[in-house]
């Protein structure tokens, strides 16, 4: 069994090598102070009228090649707020922002390291989210698996028994994570 075990424990970290080092480096300098615009070269343009809902794609693919700037990917969407239409993707996007008989129409080209981030917090296409559940999925697998592998050893009859110091590892692992945890809050 625990062939078996050790087997489906080095096939599945063979597989999520890169999107495990990826999530691990990109959480590492979020909580050190990177974020998705980390990188950003943002833009800010203004234009001295309304642009009508459902016009946004004609004016922008016209706007955009008169004026030289790159035409991001043709999905609408509503910003943050709710207020202002966002055109694009993650890693380039348009916001228009209309007030006062203008539009303010403000661009976000991401880094790498922005877009890497935005992957990390599931904000990209639905390929790279089935990729995040499946890496959580196999998370679990590796504890079970990791798990089995060596929390048991022989005993002199051949029989599984567990390993008591590992016992006590996993619970003071548990401990630790729950106090600081509640300290944290």
Known sequence: MKKIFRKIHLY??????????????????YV???????GAVKK???????IPAGEEFAFLEKWTA?????????????DKSGLNRQIGSASYSMILKEKDGITEISTT?????GNMIMLHKAKGGILF??????????????????LIITVYKKNVNG??????ENYIVIAAGFIVTIIFAILSL
């Not at 080209?109 to 390291?113: D, N, P, Q, T």
């Not at 029989?159 to 008591?164: A, C, D, F, I, R």
């Open 44 to 50: 800010t343009y203004t234009v001295n009228q309304i």
């Open 129 to 146: 989210k089935i990729m995040l559940v499946m890496y959580g999925i196999v998370l679990i697998g590796f504890y079970i698996s990791g």
């Open 12 to 29: 599945m970290a063979l597989f999520t090598i890169p999107v495990g080092i990826m999530i691990a480096l990109t959480g590492a300098l």
């Open 159 to 164: 029989k599984l028994v567990p390993k008591t």
């Open 109 to 113: 080209k991401r880094s790498l390291l």
């Open 66 to 78: 008169e004026n030289n700037i790159k035409m991001p990917k043709k999905n609408l969407s509503k």
């Open 32 to 38: 050190l102070g990177a974020n998705q615009d980390t």
